[in-house]
């Protein structure tokens, strides 16, 4: 898991006592927007017109733009 990930999301230990990381901030950030883009017909509408990718891939690639901005959203002080 590298630093532009996020630090983890769901931490745990394994049945050994292992310290696991679980999924990345940045792979819950985009399952979360993925519910919302997939819950949307218009938005996988235009998924399907953006060349060179299948609609499965623009939605994912959408999903992970979104939770890309999300990471850099939490380095802001406000």
């Known amino acids: 898991m590298s630093a532009q990930d996020g630090e983890?999301?769901?931490?745990?230990?394994?049945?050994?006592?292992i310290a696991r990381p679980g999924m990345s901030l940045r792979d819950y950030f985009a399952a979360a927007a993925l519910?919302?883009?997939?819950?949307?017909?218009?938005?996988?509408?235009?998924?399907s017109n953006?060349?060179?990718?299948?609609q499965a891939q623009a939605i994912a690639h959408m999903a992970y733009q979104d939770a890309d901005a999300m990471l850099e959203a939490r380095k802001v002080k406000t």
Request: hydrophobic share 30%.
């Open 50 to 54: 953006v060349d060179g990718m299948t």
């Open 35 to 47: 519910t919302g883009i997939k819950g949307n017909p218009e938005l996988c509408r235009i998924c």
């Open 8 to 17: 983890p999301a769901f931490p745990f230990f394994d049945e050994n006592g």
